[in-house]
Nanobody, 124 residues
Framework: QLQLVESGGGLVQAGGSLRLSCAVS????????IGWFRQAPGKEREGVSC????????KYADSVKGRFTVSRDSAKNTVYLQMNSLKPEDTAVYYC?????????????????WGQGTQVTVSS
C-alpha cells in the first residue's frame, strides 16, 4: 500500500523556520517525483516545490524561491521541505504527493498519491 505521511508542521513566528518531512512507505522514493503543495483557507491548493527522481532539478514557486529547499534522504525514504524566513502568508496546510515521472517534476496537480497534510501557522 502506497502511503505518504507529512510531519513537522506547527506554529512559528514570522522569520522562523520549520522542516517538513514526507515519509514514504510502500514504494521507493528514489523512483518517484515528490511534490509539496499547500492550501490556505479560502484559497486553491498551489504547488510549492518538487523534487525530481533520477537526478533532475527541483522546482520552486516564485513565492518561496530562496526561502524553501527540498531534499530527499533515500536511506530514510523521506523527502524534506526546509522552510526558512517564514511569512504569515505561508500559513496553510502542506501536503506532499508522489508520481512516477522520471528525471523531472512538476508543480501541477498531476500526482497519483497524496498525504493527509500538516498544518503550518506563521504568526506576525
Amino acid at each position: 500500500q502506497l502511503q505518504l505521511v507529512e510531519s513537522g508542521g506547527g506554529l512559528v513566528q514570522a522569520g522562523g523556520s520549520l522542516r517538513l518531512s514526507c515519509a514514504v512507505s510502500g514504494f521507493t522514493v528514489d523512483y518517484y517525483a515528490i511534490g509539496w503543495f499547500r492550501q490556505a483557507p479560502g484559497k486553491e491548493r498551489e504547488g510549492v516545490s518538487c523534487s525530481s527522481s533520477g537526478g533532475g532539478s527541483p522546482k520552486y514557486a516564485d513565492s518561496v524561491k530562496g526561502r524553501f529547499t527540498v531534499s530527499r534522504d533515500s536511506a530514510k525514504n523521506t523527502v524534506y521541505l526546509q522552510m526558512n524566513s517564514l511569512k504569515p502568508e505561508d500559513t496553510a496546510v502542506y501536503y506532499c504527493a508522489a508520481n512516477s515521472l522520471w528525471g523531472m517534476c512538476i508543480l501541477g496537480e498531476e500526482y497519483d498519491y497524496w498525504g493527509q497534510g500538516t498544518q503550518v501557522t506563521v504568526s506576525s
